[in-house]
């Protein structure tokens, strides 16, 4: 099961209905500043202020979230990842993967034909999965894709192809 091979058919779909969007930088930006922010503080305080255990275990911090925030905001900057979006919202798709036994094969290979995700949903999942449905649906439900897998000689191959459902379309 290659995630990556179903965003390629998302982003491939008539109309440029889901497109590839970066993930924001702003959240690592402040991670990084916060950590300077702390690093700074601990050089910038008198002798004696904390103890030296403290102090350590601030420089520790802020060290590792100044570095941690400049990496991923250089990943997201320059990485080839993204998430697929509606082009029409800016939003993410939602991402989930629905694990079943066996014996429920012909009802969920039967109920995503139908295109009821939401049965799909409350169906009894297993915790070790030889059938699994990856699902990415927009929040409001208007636009849901999914592809049902089976376990099989130790990889999960597609039963299906992508089946995509539209609301108000």
């Not at 300077?36 to 979230?65: E, K, N, Q, R, Y």
């Not at 034909?113 to 009894?124: N, T, V, Y």
């Not at 130790?154 to 089946?163: C, F, I, Q, W």
């Amino acid at each position: 099961m290659n995630k990556t091979i179903i965003c390629e058919a998302l982003y491939a779909l008539p109309d440029n209905i889901v497109v590839k969007r970066r993930k924001g930088i702003a959240l690592p930006v402040i991670v990084a500043v916060v950590g300077v922010a702390v690093l700074v503080a601990v050089a910038l305080l008198p002798d004696g202020t904390l103890s030296s255990s403290l102090a350590s275990v601030l420089a520790v911090a802020g060290v590792a979230a100044a570095v941690g925030g400049v990496a991923v905001t250089m990943v997201r900057l320059f990485g080839k990842g993204g998430v697929p979006c509606l082009r029409d919202s800016g939003k993410p798709l939602e991402a989930s993967e629905l694990s079943f036994d066996k014996t429920q094969l012909r009802e969920v290979l039967d109920t995503v034909e139908r295109g009821d995700i939401d049965a799909l949903f409350r169906m009894k999942e297993c915790s070790v999965a030889s059938v699994v449905v990856v699902v990415y649906r927009s929040h409001d439900g208007a636009f849901t894709a999914c592809q049902p897998f089976e376990y099989a000689e130790l990889e999960y191959r597609p039963l299906r192809g992508l089946k995509v459902f539209e609301k108000n379309r």
